[in-house]
């Protein structure tokens, strides 16, 4: 990171800083996010891994919703307990740890849904259930799979998060999470490289590596990774269980400049799911009766897939400083106008290899303005104090996207059956998305902006 002082002293509730130590802090954290990437690019190719299986568009939207689904009712109790936790390895290192062997064992289970899936047919068979087959079987290990994974990589993707804001100085946010999707965008680069072309054929051994690396990596960031001091957490609700939920989504979703946060990641995060069919649309992987696709072989697709990722890793770097020198928020603006732009230029214009590398490569990199962007905002808008909670609140509301865009885009699928709307539909969410995120600008605006925001009081 370029821009500090080596005689500036670095501050983070109490950490202190010095220069050095501060790089050290965010090597280990970089590091965290290429191997966290590798470890997220497993759960996006379960699209492949139920297709091969047979199932139907909309059996694969509806099986996307469970993702969605575990993190509404789940993500708000791990993000709970990791805000109000307190030991001598820190609020949020204890969950990073314990948390990693099972999700990396599940992810192998995952990866081993070939001979799985044989094994449950076999054991249903003797038990006389002569009517499943090996495919229905498989499909079920499959979604098994996923809901076991998300249970335990929920406290991963949550403690991670939070834990950026804990040990990150709030004056090189910017910068910072520019590197840090950079790396993170190198980390996705390297698996559509080098792992997607093997995934049919080595299904379990891609997991399982992918799986150890990961768990080798993060293990690494808690023994090289400090938490400071925090304050102890604010008292219980009365009411027992109850009152702590009653007042979770009280202080949550009663301010409305939250709200408006919080409705543009609905549809952000909903027009990523039309983007599961692109697969379909840019390989051999099509249906009877739909319109033609690219025709490409998996392992082109993932090169392809792999190149959009050159120049988002330095546009990444770049928007960083943007962000710090004009505000996350005007940045994230800029970002949102060209993301959905772009996806409409992929939906017309894309006629092959060529084309798509090109147009696509356009899109990632509006997709990483605005992303690099908004990932700095939420230290800015947010409630330190209940920063975890709310980031929670945010993916809740993430997840309702996500729990609806799911059927509703694979049954649209199925009955235009043409993937090449893949990238309008996820134009069509992102332009909501800006509508939401030029309101909360102005919000922004009327609460004081650049000179004078605080985030508000959520109880009001």
């Given at each position: 990171m370029t821009g500090l002082a080596a005689s500036q002293v670095y501050r983070v509730g109490t950490l202190t800083y010095t220069r050095n130590k501060l790089l050290a802090v965010v090597f280990?954290?970089?590091?965290?996010?290429?191997?966290?990437?590798?470890?997220?690019?497993?759960?996006?190719?379960?699209?492949?891994?139920?297709?091969?299986?047979?199932?139907?568009?909309?059996?694969?939207?509806?099986?996307?919703?469970?993702?969605?689904?575990?993190?509404?009712?789940?993500?708000?109790?791990?993000?709970?307990?990791?805000?109000?936790?307190?030991?001598?390895?820190?609020?949020?290192?204890?969950?990073?740890?314990?948390?990693?062997?099972?999700?990396?064992?599940?992810?192998?289970?995952?990866g081993a849904v070939k001979p799985g899936g044989i094994w449950v047919h076999d054991v249903l068979t003797s038990l006389g259930f002569a009517s499943v087959t090996v495919e229905g079987c498989s499909i079920v290990w499959i979604g098994v799979g996923i809901v076991s994974f998300l249970l335990f990589n929920a406290y991963i993707i949550q403690g991670f998060a939070c834990l950026i804001v804990d040990v990150i100085p709030v004056e090189v946010m910017g910068k910072f999470m520019g590197i840090y999707r950079s790396v993170g965008a190198l980390g996705s680069m390297a698996f559509h490289q080098w792992a997607l072309g093997y995934i049919e054929k080595y299904t379990l051994h891609v997991f399982a590596v992918i799986g150890l690396i990961f768990a080798v990596g993060f293990t690494l960031i808690v023994w090289n990774v400090k938490e400071g001091e925090y304050p102890p957490p604010p008292p219980k609700a009365p009411g027992g269980r109850m009152g702590a939920i009653r007042e979770y989504f009280t202080s949550s979703f009663r301010h409305r400049f939250y709200l408006n946060f919080f409705v543009i990641t609905i549809?952000?995060?909903?027009?990523?799911?039309?983007?599961?069919?692109?697969?379909?649309?840019?390989?051999?992987?099509?249906?009877?009766?739909?319109?033609?696709?690219?025709?490409?072989?998996?392992?082109?697709?993932?090169?392809?897939?792999?190149?959009?990722?050159?120049?988002?890793?330095?546009?990444?770097?770049?928007?960083?400083?943007?962000?710090?020198?004009?505000?996350?928020?005007r940045v994230a603006l800029v970002g949102m106008v060209l993301t959905v732009v772009s996806y409409f230029c992929c939906f017309w214009f894309v006629d092959g290899k060529l084309t798509l590398l090109l147009w696509w490569s356009v899109n990632q990199v509006a997709i990483s303005i605005y992303l690099g962007a908004s990932s700095a905002l939420g230290p800015r808008v947010l409630p330190r104090e209940r920063y975890g909670q709310f980031v929670s609140a945010n993916f809740i509301f993430g997840m309702v996207g996500q729990v609806l865009a799911p059927p509703l885009v694979g049954m649209l699928m199925q009955w235009i059956a043409d993937y090449r709307y893949a990238f309008f539909l996820s134009g069509v969410f992102n332009a909501v998305a800006l509508v939401a995120l030029y309101v909360f600008y102005r919000q922004w605006q009327a609460l004081g902006g650049e000179k004078s925001f605080t985030p508000p009081d959520p109880a009001l």
């Open positions: 280990w954290m970089l590091w965290g996010d290429f191997v966290f990437q590798l470890f997220e690019s497993m759960i996006t190719v379960t699209s492949l891994l139920l297709r091969w299986q047979g199932a139907s568009d909309t059996l694969i939207g509806w099986m996307g919703i469970l993702s969605p689904t575990i993190a509404f009712f789940w993500n708000p109790i791990v993000a709970t307990q990791s805000d109000r936790h307190r030991g001598r390895w820190g609020r949020r290192r204890p969950f990073l740890l314990w948390a990693t062997p099972p999700a990396v064992f599940c992810l192998i289970m995952l549809f952000y995060w909903a027009s990523l799911v039309p983007l599961g069919y692109v697969v379909f649309f840019g390989t051999q992987a099509g249906k009877p009766g739909y319109a033609p696709t690219l025709g490409l072989s998996l392992q082109d697709f993932g090169e392809v897939k792999g190149w959009t990722y050159v120049l988002q890793i330095p546009a990444f770097f770049i928007v960083g400083f943007f962000a710090d020198y004009f505000h996350p928020l």
